[in-house]
C-alpha cells in the first residue's frame, strides 16, 4: 500500500502547523549567506584570470604536484578509514566491554581537536626522535616529512566520517536475516559479504566519500607532519595559502577551485551510487 501524507487542517482549512514559508526563507538565506554566495566568490575570482590564465595556474608543474600529493594521499587515507573505520563501527555496536562510552566519545576527537595541535602531535610522535617514529627510523623507514605522514594525519582528520556513517546503520541491522542464513549453513564470511556488507555498503562509501573530501582540504593537521617539501610533500591547501601571502588571490582561488570541483564531483558519484543501491535493494 501507498503511503499517504494526511495534511493536518483546523475548521478554516488552515494548516495546524504553521511556518513553512518563514522558516523555508531562513533556510534559503542561512545557505546562500554561509554556503552559495562563498562558493559563487571562488568561481567569480577564479573567473578574472581568464581561461588561459586560469590553465597556466592550474597547470604548472608545482600545483600539479601538490594536487598528487593531496588526493593520492587522501585517496590512501580513505581507504584505510573505510576499512578500520567500519571495524571500529562495529566493534562499538555488536560488543559489550569496560570503556565502550570512552571509546565512542574518543570517535569525535578529531572533530573538536583543533587541526593544528593534532598536526603538532603527530609531528611529535611520527618524527624521527619520537615515540614511535623512531622505532621505524631503525629499521630504515621514515614517515615524518614524507607523504606516509600525511596520510597518517588525513586518517586521523578522516576516521570520525566512516564510523558514524556506518554505526547507525549497523545498529539498525536486523540480525534475523543472519540468523536465517547461519540455518541455511552460511559460514560467517559468506554472512557478511552476502547479507551484512551490502546493507553498509551505501553507508560505507558516503564515509569514504566525506573522508576523502576532507583530506583533500585539509591544512592544519598536515602541514606540520609533512614538511613542505617542493615537489615532494607540498599539498595543495599550502600552495593556496602561500599565493594568498604572495597577495595572488586569483591563482589561490583558481586552486580553490580543482579542490571544489573535484569534491564536487565525488559526492555526486557517491550520492548516484547511493541511489542506485537503494533502488537494487528494493528489487
Partial sequence: MEQQIVKVKNKRGVRVIPGFGLSFGVT??????????????????????GLRGFVDVIASRQIVSGYIVSFSCAFAAALVNALFGMILAW????????????????????????????????????????????????????IAYTRIGITIAMVFVGIPFVVRTVQPVLAKLDRQYEEAAMMLGAGRARI????????????????????FARGIGEYGSVVFIAGNIPYKTQIAP???????????????????????????V?????NSVQIYMQKFSRT
Avoid: C, H, N
Avoid at 534559503?28 to 584570470?49: E, K
Avoid at 587541526?115 to 622505532?135: E, K
Avoid at 593556496?240 to 564536487?264: C, G, N, P, R
Fill in 28 to 49: 534559503l538565506s542561512m545557505l546562500s549567506v554561509l554556503v552559495l554566495i562563498p562558493l559563487a566568490s571562488v568561481f567569480v575570482s577564479a573567473g578574472r584570470l
Fill in 266 to 270: 565525488v559526492m555526486l558519484i557517491i
Fill in 238 to 264: 599550502l600552495l593556496i595559502m602561500a599565493k594568498l601571502e604572495q597577495y595572488k588571490y586569483e591563482d589561490a582561488t583558481a586552486i580553490a577551485f580543482v579542490l571544489l570541483l573535484v569534491s564536487f
Fill in 192 to 211: 557478511f559479504f552476502k547479507v551484512i556488507l551490502p546493507e553498509l555498503f551505501p553507508a560505507l562509501i558516503a564515509g569514504f566519500g566525506l573522508a
Fill in 91 to 142: 566493534v562499538l555496536v555488536r560488543y559489550e566491554f569496560p570503556g565502550k562510552r570512552l571509546m565512542d566519545g574518543i570517535i569525535e576527537l578529531p572533530f573538536a581537536l583543533p587541526t593544528a595541535v593534532a598536526g603538532i602531535s603527530l609531528t611529535y610522535l611520527y618524527s624521527d626522535q619520537g615515540w614511535i617514529g623512531s622505532l621505524f627510523d631503525k629499521a630504515g623507514i621514515k
